[in-house]
């Protein structure tokens, strides 16, 4: 009776340890962090909704936890396929791109319920942290167009 595997996987080199391959690229391995924030913070809005819109100002009225459900959803594919292209050995320019754009408008929308009342002054911590993050999706985007690193 032979031990050998009947389905061999092909011989995959170990990826570098985290901390090298953080510091080998710094602003990727921040996108990459923000991006695991992101997909945690979007699950807690789904189940703990409530508790998390009375914080920042918002009666949780059924639709509006309804809204903040949908719209953690959301925050979890979002930093998920962010997260997903940063581990690739070349990340997707578009989903860096498209990433940053969904922050900026995140930052939008918060501002502007903050301007209308709808949430507390508290949600502009989010926001900014938002618009950071944009900032920083798009910094890294440009890299990577200038570089040619382009991938799929």
């Known amino acids: 009776m032979s031990t050998a595997n009947p389905h ?4 995959r080199e170990h ?17 990459a962090a923000i991006a695991i924030i992101t ?9 703990f909704g409530g508790a998390i819109l009375r914080l920042i100002g918002v009666e949780p009225t059924p639709e509006a936890h309804q809204l903040f ?4 959803m959301f925050m979890v594919v979002v930093g998920g396929l962010l997260l997903h292209t940063l581990l690739n050995t070349v990340a ?5 791109l498209w990433s940053g754009v969904q922050k900026a408008g995140a930052f939008a929308a ?3 319920g903050v301007l209308n009342g ?4 508290l949600a502009l911590t989010v926001a900014f942290f938002d618009l950071a993050t944009a900032v920083l999706c798009f910094v890294y985007w440009r890299g990577l167009t200038a570089a040619g690193r382009v991938g799929t």
């Not at 340890?17 to 990727?28: C, E, K, S, T």
């Not at 997909?39 to 189940?47: H, L, M, R, T």
């Not at 459900?69 to 953690?72: E, Q, S």
């Not at 709808?118 to 002054?121: G, I, Q, S």
């Open 69 to 72: 459900g949908t719209v953690g």
């Open 39 to 47: 997909v945690f913070s979007g699950a807690a809005q789904i189940p």
């Open 118 to 121: 709808v949430f507390a002054p």
């Open 110 to 112: 918060v501002g502007i």
């Open 92 to 96: 997707s320019h578009e989903v860096v």
């Open 8 to 11: 061999p996987r092909p011989h």
């Open 15 to 31: 990826a570098p340890g985290v901390l090298n391959w953080a510091a080998a690229d710094p602003l990727r391995a921040v996108l």
